[in-house]
C-alpha cells in the first residue's frame, strides 16, 4: 500500500518534470526556429526576440534543476526532525517573522516559481516580438 509521503514524492517528481518539460521543450523549438529567422532581413526583430525567449528558458531550467535539489534537502530536514523528538524542523525566521516550513523549503518553492516566472517571460518575450514583426 502506498503511503501519502510516497504520492506526495511521486507528485513532486512529475512537478519537476514538468518544469524541465515546459522549459526544455520550448528552448528546442525555438532553437530549430532560429535559421529560419535568420535568413530574412524581416524576421530579425522576432529573432530578437526568440533569443531572449531562449535566455529566460534556459534559466527555467536552471530555476528547475534548483528546485529539484533543494526539494531533497527539504525531504531530508522533514526526514531528520522524524528522527528527533518535536518531530517537526525548526522553521525560517525572516526579519523576526516565523515561516512554516524550513529556509530549505522556501528556497525550493521560490525557485520553482521563479522557473514558471521563466516560462512565462519567454512566452511573452517571443509572442511580443512576433507582434512586432507582424507591424
Known amino acids: 500500500m ?3 509521503k510516497e504520492i506526495r514524492a511521486g ?3 512529475e ?3 514538468g518544469l524541465l518539460l515546459i522549459n526544455g521543450g520550448a528552448a528546442v523549438a ?3 526556429l532560429i535559421p529560419f529567422l535568420l535568413d530574412s532581413e ?3 526583430p522576432l ?3 526568440v533569443f531572449a525567449g531562449l535566455v529566460a528558458f534556459q534559466l527555467g ?3 528547475a534543476v534548483l528546485h529539484n535539489r533543494l526539494r531533497r534537502k527539504c525531504s531530508l530536514e522533514y526526514e531528520r526532525a522524524e528522527s528527533d523528538s518535536p518531530n517537526w524542523p525548526d522553521p525560517c525566521r525572516i526579519f523576526g517573522w516565523k515561516a512554516q516550513e524550513p529556509c530549505v523549503c522556501m528556497r525550493s518553492t521560490l525557485f520553482m516559481w ?3 516566472g521563466c516560462f512565462i517571460l519567454g512566452g511573452l518575450f517571443v509572442a511580443i516580438s512576433g507582434f512586432k514583426t507582424l507591424g
Open 2 to 4: 502506498t503511503t501519502g
Open 11 to 13: 507528485i513532486d517528481s
Open 15 to 17: 512537478q519537476v518534470r
Open 30 to 32: 525555438l532553437i530549430a
Open 42 to 44: 524581416a524576421f530579425l
Open 47 to 49: 529573432a530578437r526576440g
Open 61 to 63: 531550467l536552471v530555476f
Open 114 to 116: 521563479l522557473s514558471v
